[in-house]
């Protein structure tokens, strides 16, 4: 999909959420990259093979 120079990570790649947004869609809580990558708002990911990458959750630290 990418097109320009230089190209954007492919969504292979481990650094593929650093290709240019195409599409923003804040609204709805995503993203299209330019890799065919949809990025949510939540740090969860679909790639354009169907797969998915889960949300980057903290669990929350409790105090005494």
């Given at each position: 999909?990418?097109?320009?120079?230089?190209?954007?990570?492919?969504?292979?790649?481990?650094?593929?959420?650093?290709?240019?947004?195409?599409?923003?869609?804040?609204?709805?809580?995503?993203?299209?990259?330019?890799?065919?990558?949809?990025?949510?708002?939540?740090?969860g990911?679909?790639?354009?093979?169907?797969?998915?990458?889960?949300?980057?959750?903290?669990?929350?630290?409790?105090?005494?």
């Amino acid at each position: 999909m990418c097109t320009h120079l230089p190209p954007c990570p492919s969504a292979d790649r481990s650094d593929h959420d650093t290709a240019v947004v195409v599409s923003a869609h804040p609204e709805q809580g995503w993203n299209l990259l330019c890799n065919g990558t949809i990025v949510f708002d939540d740090t969860g990911e679909l790639l354009p093979d169907g797969q998915t990458v889960a949300p980057l959750r903290t669990t929350a630290r409790t105090g005494a």
